[in-house]
């Protein structure tokens, strides 16, 4: 399974853009990049999935390089809302017979912003 | 929101006391899940499920067993509580092998259990 690594913490303040980047190096050719954001007492909420290159939604932005090593998460304008852990998995097809999911979720990054 | 609904949503209970732990969806998906999370260990996978009575362990599944006897009920079972078992449970799910295996989970709200 492929271990990531992102920073604990990060700070920001309102309006900015704020960028983590979680490292997986042993990524494998079949795994998926996915992000998400927790808020306090509540479950994960699924933000956004890549694969390479750079995925777009409304929420957020995902950028891969071609090495996939590493991606990028960027939140655009934060809000004092966006004040949450946010979790970087690697995961992808296991076996077919089991099709199980046996995805890793680390200690995430706590981003907080400021007003 | 997916229909997840985790119950109860708290709970105390005393050391060596069984403890159920339940999740209902109204998606229809085949894929579910239950995880814990704990501070210092994000979270951890306990137990999941790829369909009706089909259940396979996860990284954390001592002192755990898990059934799932219709599509949109998956139970959580502690036989003997331990405080070692305190924690927060969380439910999860997904629609397809692809979306499961690729990361795309929808979570309930989770489960707060104390073991004293």
């Known amino acids: 399974l492929a271990k990531t690594t992102q920073p604990i913490s990060m700070d920001s303040y309102e309006g900015q853009e704020v960028n983590i980047t979680c490292s997986h190096n042993?990524?494998?050719?079949?795994?998926?990049i996915t992000w998400y954001q927790q808020f306090p007492s509540q479950g994960p909420r699924f933000i956004i999935q890549?694969?390479?290159t750079k995925v777009t939604n409304e929420v957020a932005s995902l950028f891969i390089p071609a090495d996939r090593k590493s991606s990028t998460l960027s939140l655009p304008r934060v809000s004092l809302s966006d004040t949450a852990v946010y979790y970087c998995?690697?995961?992808?097809?296991?076996?077919?017979?089991?099709?199980?999911?046996?995805?890793?979720f680390g200690g995430g990054t706590r981003v907080l912003v400021k007003p | 929101d997916a229909g997840i609904t985790q119950s109860p949503r708290h709970k105390v209970t005393e050391t060596g006391t069984p403890v159920t732990l339940r999740c209902h969806q109204t998606?229809?998906?085949?894929?579910m899940y239950w995880y814990r999370q704990d501070p210092g260990h994000g979270l951890r996978l306990i137990h999941y499920?790829?369909?009706?009575?089909?259940?396979d362990k996860g990284e954390v599944s001592d002192g755990y067993s898990v059934s799932r006897s219709k599509t949109e009920d998956f139970l959580l079972t502690l036989e003997s509580a331990t405080s070692s078992q305190t924690s927060v449970y969380f439910c999860?799910?997904?629609?397809?092998?692809?979306?499961?295996?690729?990361?795309?989970?929808?979570f309930g709200e989770g489960s707060r259990l104390t073991v004293l």
């Open positions: 890549g694969y390479k």
């Open positions: 998995l690697v995961g992808g097809l296991l076996e077919i017979k089991a099709a199980g999911n046996k995805l890793t």
């Open positions: 499920s790829y369909g009706v009575k089909d259940t």
């Open positions: 999860a799910i997904s629609e397809s092998s692809y979306r499961a295996v690729t990361g795309e989970l929808f």
């Open positions: 042993n990524i494998a050719t079949n795994d998926y």
């Open positions: 998606e229809n998906h085949r894929y």
